[in-house]
């Protein structure tokens, strides 16, 4: 149970530190172009997992960018394929494959704290059927 209460503590704070980087990020870019995915590079990180890559090709007052990021556009499966691409009006370089709503980021900030709240108490009963009793 301590296990547990530490990965859902840990899970919550994650997704409570994401929110405002997210939200943040949605307010930056606001602004919609058509974007192409073209490429997929699979790499392994440090600890060893795979990790795909999405580059996405985005053209902006006749400028052509490219994002490469690990969030990746639910409207496309394979190379190729066309996309919303959300981006920055001031620098468009900064962009976004997807943009998560406000419902969206509620929802997982909402999860967040959940997560945190239980696994404060899994971790208090863990630490208390491990090391008291």
């Avoid at 980087?21 to 058509?34: D, F, G, I, S």
């Avoid at 994002?67 to 496309?76: A, E, F, G, I, P």
């Avoid at 999860?111 to 090391?131: D, M, N, P, S, W």
């Amino acid at each position: 149970m301590l296990i547990a209460g530490f990965v859902l503590f840990v899970v919550g704070i994650v997704f409570i530190v994401s929110y405002p980087y997210n939200k943040k990020r949605n307010a930056r870019c606001t602004v919609q172009t058509q974007g192409v995915l073209s490429d997929i590079q699979k790499r392994f990180n440090s600890k060893g997992s795979l990790k795909p890559a999405h580059i996405y090709t985005y053209t902006v007052d006749g400028v052509e960018y490219q994002l490469r990021t690990l969030d990746h556009s639910l409207q496309v499966s394979r190379v190729g394929d066309s996309c919303d691409i959300w981006y920055n009006p001031q620098k468009p370089e900064d962009a976004q494959a997807f943009r998560g709503s406000d419902k969206y980021l509620k929802t997982l900030l909402m999860v967040g704290i959940a997560a945190l709240l239980l696994g404060i108490v899994l971790t208090c009963v863990g630490f208390v059927q491990q090391y008291v009793v």
